[in-house]
């Protein structure tokens, strides 16, 4: 069974830093890209950052230079390592797994159940 756990949410000021694990079972997660989402009240689920398996790093424009993405293969965990926290950073934030296996047209998708960041005074 595959389990994709997120902690390390919480309530900090506008200016501070948090960090986000997902600690995952069920996968071998050194195949898999892996990725933090964010759902605030009435918007979409967006892209926050995502790691592929060989290390390459993307974001979205709203958080470069303030967040890093990295990967523990070993302990299974990914981290989202937050600072300089504006008040639109509040949100929902959600691990993702997600393998394509080209060769055998199979997609392996995975979501843990969220952690809140709330940035607030």
């Known amino acids: 069974q595959v389990r994709l756990v997120e902690s390390g949410g919480g309530l900090v000021q506008p200016g501070g830093s948090l960090r986000l694990s997902c600690a995952t079972s069920g996968i071998t997660l050194s195949i898999y890209t892996m990725g933090w989402y964010r759902q605030a009240p009435g918007k979409q689920r967006e892209l926050v950052a995502a790691i592929t398996s060989g290390g390459i790093t993307n974001y979205a424009d709203s958080v470069k230079g303030r967040f890093t993405i990295s990967r523990d293969n070993a302990k299974n965990t990914v981290y989202l390592q937050m600072n300089s926290l504006k008040h639109e950073d509040t949100a929902v934030y959600y691990c993702?797994?997600?393998?394509?296996?080209?060769?055998?047209?199979?997609?392996?998708?995975?979501w843990g159940q969220g952690t809140q960041v709330t940035v607030s005074s």
């Open positions: 993702n797994a997600d393998r394509i296996v080209a060769t055998m047209n199979m997609k392996y998708n995975y």
